[in-house]
């Protein structure tokens, strides 16, 4: 148990589907992100946010749209998405300023698999 | 551009000893960490370092040499719930965070 932790475990969805991933951390960290992880490549940062407040956007395409409503919840909102969308998104927290140089806690990932 | 090299997969017997190489090239370097993530599971912090040296944690050791762009985690004893991915990720000069693709380790009866 990390104290991070993510729902669904398993997304299977259409194209044409709108779904959201969830993310929730229960240790009191200031920091949050979504990362992309796709089988045999590095993890790729998609989005931070800091106090509430998004500090880093890696071009992300615009059918993935963050939220965080507060420091302890992050989603993660999906629609139209692409065949080659399909990986394990991975929220994580830290204790620290979302640098991204910290510890980072990570949840056990959403499977998503886009048809 | 910045680059993080492991192999992609290791094979190793149980009870035996296991180095896993990582070598870096990025735009400066703040630190070194190493990840270990069991299949369908949350990647877990196992080291930090940013000092030239070896860092002992039970098991687990970590080594690194700045000079070289090169750390190696090296794990002894190993039991099958070792069997895992490991991920080496570099700090750079302006703190970004650089992951290298992981490394599958299989250990073997």
């Known amino acids: 148990e990390t104290g991070v932790t993510q729902t669904p475990r398993h997304l299977v969805m259409g194209m044409t589907n709108k779904k959201s991933l969830k993310c929730e951390q229960h240790l009191g960290h200031n920091a949050m992100y979504w990362y992309k992880q796709s089988a045999k490549k590095p993890l790729e940062l998609m989005f931070v946010?800091?106090?509430?407040?998004?500090?880093e956007n890696n071009s992300v395409p615009s059918r993935f749209s963050p939220e965080c409503p507060n420091s302890s919840h992050l989603f993660l909102h999906l629609h139209t998405l692409q065949p080659e969308d399909s990986a394990l998104y991975l929220c994580?927290?830290?204790?620290?300023?979302?640098?991204?140089?910290?510890?980072?806690?990570f949840g056990s990932g959403t499977q998503l698999s886009v048809l | 551009g910045q680059n993080i090299d492991q192999p992609t997969e290791m094979t190793a017997t149980e009870g035996a000893i296991v180095q896993i190489n990582c070598t870096y090239q990025?735009?400066?370097?703040?630190?070194l960490f190493w990840y270990q993530q069991h299949a369908g599971e949350a990647p877990t912090f196992l080291s930090y370092?940013?000092l030239d040296g070896l860092e002992e944690k039970g098991r687990f050791s970590s080594f690194l040499s700045r000079s070289k762009g090169y750390s190696y985690l090296l794990l002894k004893e190993l039991q099958m719930k070792d069997s895992a991915s490991y991920l080496c990720?570099?700090?750079?000069?302006?703190?970004?965070?650089?992951w290298g693709a992981g490394t599958k380790l299989i250990i073997k009866p």
């Open positions: 994580a927290s830290s204790q620290g300023a979302g640098t991204g140089a910290e510890k980072l806690f």
């Open positions: 990025t735009s400066g370097f703040n630190g």
């Open positions: 946010y800091n106090f509430k407040e998004q500090t």
């Open positions: 370092n940013v």
């Open positions: 990720a570099v700090i750079t000069s302006n703190y970004q965070l650089i």
